[in-house]
């Protein structure tokens, strides 16, 4: 078990270098921060050169690069260009984030298990063709559009709810945006547990199960649930990834100061330091969710050993 | 070999049978066409499958009406949708403007009609895009094997690390000005590993067959494997993936341009009229600018993704 881990955590440098040197082209070769912070004004060319050489502007990519990645390795994320570090900024955004995107994988895996467990045991029946149908629709429906809507229905017709959450973002507030986050990764888990229980519903362990006369609840939760999740596990594992993707979205339409916002701060300032940043963690956080996915793997199913 | 053939030889071969009527096809012997009968009972069971499945028959009729108002949207919208009255700002419907008229007094009606061009065009473009150079790099890394393999995994796992709705934000925002190319290139730029992992998986899973053995050993060549015998058998997943990718890009355009860093004015997009219904909760007191092209934008989706759904179902035996 611990070779393997230090394996995959070694597979995962390339990886991570790609990806943050992809990002990193695309932040500084594209867009020149420089000019965007003067905004209509053309800069002073002594200035500007000045401001270059500070953030290193003035070298090759690749050595911008590495001097950041080095800078990154030792807590430094560097200064937003008004001078505020960036991991102030994460320190502030990355925790409201966080317990939103908590919130909406409670969401999935309470609901959408239950609801595939369900379905996966009555495949065929009404109830499977409706969920089923449901699941379709909520999939269809992109999360801006079930924001807004909740947010017009639930916040400002009705007036259950305020439609903004508030700077502290305090979890009461954060129920209704996540639960629009979940919901098209809820219908997904729904269909996927769904899948994989009828599936396994007819396989010979059940039914040893069911001839040692153990109760029906326990073979579905001790023996059948616990061997059709690995999909629905590999798909939360990458899930983790869409949901600080999505929290952009749901960000922005219920304004959480979080990632998503501070990102969007960053992209439309052209504030690079802070953008390099936030993906920067993003992708390593994306990145540890999917070895995690693998170290599961061996939990829920006994047969899969790590050498 | 190009990639074209993986997404127009399912489609022609299903044409086909839908022009003889699929019917009692399984038993036909090769015609002189050169077109082997099990291929065609592969497409033709399909294609029989997908004609009973009521899921497949609405979407196909949306679908095939979306395609319809997407190239004659005059057909049924006769105003100019960029002709604009700021006088009849918000007003509610109305008779001849079913739908009202949006913030800047366009009729909301003719924007959601003209919407549908822009999202079936990024669709349809980002998904055959994704298909091809995805099939054609994927196929290759799983075919030849060896160093490009290994190269390929590890390029599709850089790309698997950039969640993309992240990327747009990160890579169309440094972009000026952005067009519905702009938006489709992306698109296939950061979606193409995925079709490659599948289409990968496949090519290799395909190789192993005692046919493909058996060509080899008949002295056929690389490009002849390839196109003879592996693609026609290799290539289903791939569509399911990309039918089903279809309905997700729609989607994801619309995201980009509620997030400002998808299509501009004038191109009329779902997304960005939903945006600028967003703005500062101006579908507060007029709800109708909301309402219509986020359900045009939801049905469209649902269409396409029942298609691929009932896809799915027609072409994995594993489910019937």
Same mark, same amino acid.
């Given at each position: ?307 | ?215 080899? !050993?008949?002295?056929? *060549? ?6 003879? &015998? %592996? $693609?026609?058998?290799?290539? /289903?997943?791939?569509? @399911? ?34 945006? !600028?219904?967003?703005? *500062? ?6 709800? &109708? %600018? $909301?309402?219509?092209?986020? /359900?045009?934008?939801? @049905? ?21």
């Amino acid at each position: 078990m611990g070779r393997y881990v230090v394996r995959r955590l070694l597979q995962m440098i390339p990886v991570f270098i790609g990806t943050t040197f992809l990002i990193f082209v695309m932040v500084y070769a594209v867009g020149d921060p420089v000019n965007a912070m003067f905004g209509e004004r053309a800069p002073d060319p002594a200035t500007a050169e000045q401001l270059r050489e500070e953030f290193n502007l003035d070298k090759p990519i690749w050595q911008q690069y590495v001097l950041y990645m080095g800078n990154i390795f030792t807590g430094d994320f560097g200064n937003a260009f008004n001078g505020q570090p960036v991991t102030e900024l994460m320190a502030t955004a990355f925790p409201i984030t966080i317990r939103l995107a908590a919130l909406a994988i409670v969401f999935e895996i309470l609901v959408g298990i239950t609801l595939g467990v369900l379905t996966g045991l009555r495949r065929g029946r009404p109830i499977d063709s409706g969920v089923l149908m449901l699941t379709l629709v909520v999939i269809s429906v992109p999360t801006f559009v079930t924001g807004s809507l909740a947010q017009y229905l639930l916040g400002v017709k009705w007036g259950w709810i305020s439609p903004a959450v508030s700077p502290a973002a305090p979890l009461r507030e954060l129920l209704l945006p996540g639960l629009v986050l979940a919901l098209v990764s809820l219908a997904y888990v729904t269909r996927l547990t769904r899948t994989s229980i009828a599936e396994n519903a007819r396989a010979d362990y059940v039914r040893t199960a069911v001839a040692k006369g153990l109760s029906r609840r326990r073979v579905t939760v001790r023996h059948l649930l616990r061997n059709s999740l690995i999909p629905v596990v590999t798909f939360l594992g990458t899930d983790v990834g869409n949901l600080m993707a999505g929290a952009l979205v749901t960000e922005r339409i219920f304004n959480i100061h979080g990632v998503g916002f501070q990102l969007w701060q960053g992209i439309v300032r052209q504030n690079s330091p802070t953008v390099v940043g936030f993906v920067t963690v993003l992708v390593i956080v994306f990145l540890l969710a999917n070895l995690l996915v693998d170290l599961l793997y061996a939990v829920l199913d006994p047969r899969i050993r790590y050498a | 070999m190009t990639g074209t053939p993986a997404i127009e030889g399912p489609g022609g071969a299903m044409e086909e049978l839908a022009e003889e009527g699929g019917g009692g096809l399984k038993g036909a012997p090769p015609s002189g066409r050169g077109r082997p009968a099990r291929g065609r009972s592969m497409w033709s069971d399909a294609w029989h499958e997908l004609r009973r499945n009521p899921v497949f028959v609405v979407a196909g009729l949306i679908i095939a009406f979306l395609v319809l108002i997407s190239l004659w949207p005059g057909l049924i919208a006769t105003r100019d949708p960029l002709s604009c009255r700021l006088g009849r700002s918000l007003d509610p419907s109305s008779a001849g403007h079913w739908f009202g008229f949006d913030t800047q007094g366009c009729d909301v009606y003719t924007r959601v009609v003209y919407g549908a061009r822009t999202s079936v065009t990024v669709g349809v473009c980002a998904t055959a895009g994704v298909a091809v150079l995805g099939s054609l790099l994927g196929g290759l890394a799983g075919f030849f094997g060896g160093v490009w393999d290994a190269l390929l995994s590890r390029l599709t796992d850089i790309f698997f690390g950039i969640p993309i709705v992240l990327g747009g934000l990160v890579f169309l925002s440094m972009t000026g000005s952005r067009s519905v190319w702009t938006v489709v290139t992306f698109i296939v730029l950061l979606g193409w590993p995925q079709v490659a992992r599948i289409a990968r998986g496949s090519v290799i899973t395909v190789k192993q067959n005692d046919y493909v053995q058996a060509a080899r !050993a008949l002295g056929a *060549g690389n490009a002849r494997m390839m196109v003879r &015998h %592996i $693609l026609p058998n290799a290539v /289903a997943p791939v569509i @399911v993936t990309a039918t089903i990718a279809l309905g997700t890009y729609i989607s994801l355009e619309a995201t980009l341009s509620y997030l400002g860093v998808g299509l501009q004015p004038p191109t009329i997009s779902w997304g960005a009229d939903i945006s !600028a219904a967003s703005q *500062g909760m101006q579908f507060r007191n007029a709800p &109708h %600018i $909301l309402l219509y092209p986020a /359900a045009a934008l939801s @049905v469209t989706v649902l269409a396409f993704i029942m298609l691929g759904d009932a896809v799915r179902d027609a072409l994995d035996p594993k489910l019937r």
